[in-house]
């Protein structure tokens, strides 16, 4: 049985520091170790000083050293999918959109069931959504926790997937906690404590991530390790960051927050509002460099840190084009989560580093 599977743009992880000859030649020679991103391919490159553009517009010339994955989707026909035992329903909430739609595609690749029901807005109530060669359902706000009961019912070992508004998302968590399904939640936004004291209450099995690209998630624990171990490395250092995404994301970036949370334990004083976010099409074409066949799904992340003399800079740069890799993780991290489930864990809430601590994925 075959399916139409999207190849993913290459995703780019960019390092830049302005050092020293010797420096670069050690700090080049230690990448030189790790030329691989999760088991595949990666080039390394070091460009000499030259001038670049920025959001400082006036920047020093800066060596930069980089390393660029292509990461590409296996034909269906290779892609490693779940063992028919191991095979579960998942139920898709924001099926409407373009990342539920992705999600569903994915799954349908991995050899999991989707189930054929999904809730969404009022407006979106009564829809018919057609994709990953299935016709699922959109329910509207009203009786949810009848459908969802029911479904639960009928199927005790789903997982859902929610990838809603950030509105919708204490909402939903309360309404999964009280019919006691587990799920992955992927919507950014909504009050995060409030949601980890409703699933921890419950005791119901969650994932909760904010950004479910696992080869990001790996740089964002890698921050953190270097916040644990370097606590004041960075600081007097200035900060800027910039975030673009689509124009339909609405609230700013779960995992620009996570990043900046890195760098103020590094010593940084930086405040959230202090984000420039770029929704505007044409800003992120002239100004952030975003392909324009991917203005309706991309996330390009920069952090620049500069001494308080000026006389050093840092950046570290993450850019996505499409919705694949996100897509992708969601379904490891419902893997992930239905072994958890069966296994009875002691431990119900997880996040994304768990999952790739696991070391399952596919």
Sequence with gaps: MGFSVLKAPPTSLL?????????????????????????????LSLIKPSSSTSIASNRKPITTITATQQIEKPIASSMSSVPEKLAFPIMVNGCTGKMGKAIIDAGVSAGLYVLPVSFGSESEAGQIVEVGGKEVHVHGPSGRESVLASLFEE??????????????????????????????????????????????????????????????????????????????????????VMESHQASKLDTSGTAKDVIKCFQ??????????????????????????PEEHLLGHAFHMYHLTSPDQTVSFEFQHNVCGRSIYAEGTIDAALFLAKKVRSKADKHIYNMIDVLREGNMR
């Design 155 to 240: 199927n005790p070992d789903m997982i859902v997937i929610d990838f809603t508004v950030p509105a919708a998302v204490n909402a939903n968590a309360e309404l999964y906690s009280k019919v006691g399904v587990p799920f992955v939640m992927g919507t950014t936004g909504g009050d995060r404590e409030l949601l980890y004291k409703t699933v921890e209450d419950s005791k119901v099995y969650a994932v909760i991530s904010p950004q479910m690209g696992k080869q990001v998630v790996a740089f964002i624990a890698a921050m953190e390790i270097m916040a644990e171990q370097f606590p004041g490395a960075f600081s007097g250092y200035s900060l800027q």
């Design 265 to 290: 334990k590094l010593g940084v004083s930086y405040e959230l509002d202090q984000i420039q976010q770029i929704r505007d099409p044409k800003q992120q074409v002239e100004m952030v460099g975003v």
């Design 15 to 43: 390092f830049v520091g302005s050092t020293n000859d010797q420096q670069q030649n050690r700090f080049f020679s230690n990448l030189r170790f790790s030329q691989s991103i999760g088991g595949r391919p990666c080039n």
